[in-house]
């Protein structure tokens, strides 16, 4: 993996956990609560979009051997780990792919659960786009996507931290994150600029 294809995600790893709301079993009990019949969760395909090092996508292809699990994710340095979780319990029923959301290919089987966990509240809105586009595209026809988003009121205080720190980050010495810091400035349109 080249420094070029390092993602911020890369350099500050973000913490991975099992979800247990995310899983196939908790979905298709919502889903049948609705009267959506799912397919069997103990055969089914997952893709998780965002899915760090697979922590999340592994536990579940631990319980479930007769189903697919595929996890994509930008940060190279997440997958490899994820993957050497892989080979380390000897699945073969998951795969991580380091791949850009933008570049997914919705070609090929549908999958019965899409997860997007943590990462729609935290792309510009293209991303969101193609995230509810790669839903559209790749769900079963009986399929539930499960994407979560934060929102106000109580995603305010985390709101409110993130624009601070992205605030008191403007002015670093390291041009790289000053550069990126701008950037996110920019998009979200908010905020006070600092002086330099």
């Known amino acids: 993996m080249s420094d070029q294809s390092l993602t911020a995600y890369d350099e500050v790893p973000y913490p991975s956990l099992a979800h247990v709301q995310t899983h196939p079993d908790r979905l298709a009990t919502i889903a049948a609560l609705f009267g959506l019949q799912t397919a069997p969760v103990e055969k089914c395909r997952v893709l998780e979009l965002g899915c760090g090092d697979g922590t999340n996508l592994i536990s579940m292809a631990y319980g479930l051997p007769n189903s697919e699990f595929v996890g994509i994710d930008a940060a190279g340095r997440a997958i490899a780990e994820g993957n050497e979780m892989i080979r380390d319990l000897s699945l073969d029923n998951v795969r991580l792919q380091q791949l850009d959301l ?44 499960y994407v979560s988003y934060n929102s106000y009121p109580g995603g305010h205080i985390r709101d409110m931290v993130r624009e601070m720190m992205l605030f008191h980050v403007q002015c670093a010495p390291d041009a790289k994150h000053e550069k990126r810091n701008r950037s996110v400035s920019a998009r979200s349109g908010k905020g006070a600029q600092a002086r330099c």
Do not use: K, Q
């Not at 999958?111 to 079963?140: K, M, N, Q, T």
């Open 102 to 145: 933008m570049e997914f290919d919705a070609g090929g089987e549908p999958f019965d659960y899409i997860i997007a966990h943590g990462v729609y509240s935290w792309v510009p809105d293209p991303v969101r786009d193609r995230i509810l586009a790669i839903c559209s595209e790749s769900l079963s026809p009986n399929g539930v996507a």
